[in-house]
């Protein structure tokens, strides 16, 4: 039973399993489709996300805490209240570490001992009022996870949550503005771009070109989210 609490071997691969199934299944599912030219808004990023706490260490800006192993099963600190959870249970929590800021966790754990909790699932951060400029990647970031996207940027736009701006179509190729050095890329060339979109935020973006028509850019990649001072 203890085994079973605390996630022995074979319980933590069919949970991790179980879990990572359910997380490519739904981000393939949000990043298959095409997005429309992106509105003025918040720029939406979630992808997956492990955790290792070790006893007394926090989740990164939220109260949930590690307090160790009880008689029951793993003691969590959640929202002022300690709570037992065994493996497979959920950790959910949400930060607001800045007002155009929020982060939200969607977790299961599948391991716990005397030294560390381990839990699984997405990382999802919304940043409001983001102002992307080029620049070099943090050193270390509290919270890093790579999220999938897809977009369609329209002549004249920007590719959301970079600098670079579609410039329309030449030839065969795309003419992109924002970018140091050769402005051009073909079907199938990536783009890539790093910088700060928020005081606590860094992106690191790799982007394929998909389509290219002289009204409309198609993009689809990864993009790493850095996340500071939790």
């Known amino acids: 039973m203890a085994s079973l609490r605390r996630g022995g071997p074979g319980v933590k691969r069919s949970i991790r399993s179980w879990i990572w199934g359910i997380l490519v299944l739904s981000l393939l599912a949000g990043s298959a489709c095409l997005r429309g030219p992106s509105p003025p808004g918040p720029l939406v990023y979630e992808g997956p996300y492990r955790v290792d706490l070790a006893v007394g260490e926090g989740l990164p800006g939220t109260d949930v805490r590690y307090l160790g192993v009880g008689p029951q099963g793993a003691r969590v600190r959640l929202e002022g209240q300690e709570a037992i959870r065994l493996a497979g249970d959920s950790l959910e929590a949400e930060a607001r570490p800045h007002s155009t800021l929020t982060v939200r966790y969607r977790l299961r754990i599948y391991a716990y001992d005397e030294r560390a909790l381990h839990a699984i699932g997405t990382a999802r951060v919304e940043i409001r009022e983001a102002q992307p400029r ?44 924002g970018l140091p050095g050769y402005p051009y890329r073909k079907v199938g ?42």
């Open 134 to 177: 080029m620049g070099p990647l943090p050193e270390k970031a509290a919270v890093r996870f790579t999220a999938p996207a897809t977009y369609r940027v329209p002549r004249g736009g920007v590719i959301p949550g970079t600098s670079i701006i579609y410039q329309g179509k030449e030839g065969d190729r795309a003419r992109l503005e």
């Open 189 to 230: 060339d990536s783009i890539l771009w790093a910088g700060q979109v928020h005081p606590m935020v860094h992106l690191n973006a790799t982007f394929r070109v998909l389509w290219i028509e002289d009204a409309w850019l198609t993009v689809a990649g990864t993009i790493e989210v850095w996340l500071s001072g939790l």
